[in-house]
């Protein structure tokens, strides 16, 4: 058993530029980010990396379970509450803090029907539950852009055991940081290789997605056709994704891992 960490004590800090809000812990560094105009919209790059989900074979695209490690401004998990109602939301967030800010200052649903905030270190949710869930997302790190805990094996293997059948794992690392390689190197240990990393963003974000169950196949094709269909229910544009998922493809155009 772990030792439970206490909550942090950094700064949180709110800065708003150009019609953008944007969240941090204590420095330039940019933990999430709003346009106050667009408040259900994802701001960020690597956010829309991250719901690539969305493009994949159904059930896998229809997610009534998700669980977030990491709230942030809480963008993605305005996102998934808002276009995907059928889906129960269960946000793991270390700082009580960061829900406050959420709340007053990015808009963040309160509906707990629907959206449960748990106040915890995701590493011991993960290594100290049982239920299982359709998605898994990670987006969790420290004033410092270290993610502790949650970049090691046994996370990565109590990830998967907590996924359920054809569930999804997807998760932001910074490409550039030193150590990413060995996070590549770990989570594809921990699902038998069956990952894949999408091109990094212009700000050095890496989306790292593994599969649990069915491996998974798309073609180019219905790739472009979901990416239109995404488009009309969720106004997310996700063609320059498609781009993306062309770099990262390794087998004849189609998206498997």
């Known amino acids: 058993m772990s030792r439970r960490p206490t909550a942090p004590r950094h700064a949180i800090d709110i800065s708003e530029e150009n019609g953008v809000r944007c969240l941090h812990f204590g420095s330039d560094w940019v933990q999430g980010a709003m346009r106050v105009a667009r408040p259900w919209s994802l701001e960020l790059e690597y956010t829309r990396d991250m719901m690539t989900g969305l493009l994949l074979d159904p059930p896998t695209s229809q997610p009534r379970r998700i669980l977030q490690i990491g709230l942030g401004c809480g963008s993605l998990t305005k ?3 808002r276009h995907l109602p059928a889906a129960q ?9 960061v829900e406050f800010v959420a709340r007053q200052y990015f808009k963040l649903p309160d509906d ?6 748990v106040d915890g270190c995701g590493a011991d949710f993960i290594l100290g539950g049982d239920s299982h869930f359709d998605w898994i997302m990670v987006d969790g790190y420290d004033p410092d852009a270290r993610t502790g805990p949650l970049d090691t094996l046994p996370f990565f293997q109590a990830c998967r055991a907590r996924l359920s059948e054809d569930g999804l794992f997807v998760a932001n690392f910074l490409g550039r940081s030193k150590g990413f390689r060995e996070s590549v190197a770990r989570l594809g240990e921990a699902f038998d290789q069956r990952t894949l990393a999408l091109p990094a963003c212009d700000s050095g974000n890496v989306v790292l997605l593994a599969s649990h169950g069915h491996a998974v196949s798309v073609d180019a094709n219905t ?3 979901r990416a239109d269909a995404v488009r009309a229910t969720t106004q997310l544009n996700a ?11 390794q087998h004849n155009g189609a998206l498997q891992f």
């Open 239 to 249: 063609h320059p994704l498609l781009k993306r998922l062309k770099l990262a493809a």
């Open 112 to 117: 707990p029907a629907r959206l449960k905030i």
């Open 89 to 97: 939301i269960t946000v793991v967030e270390i700082n009580p803090q």
């Open 79 to 81: 996102f998934c509450y």
């Open 223 to 225: 790739l472009a056709e």
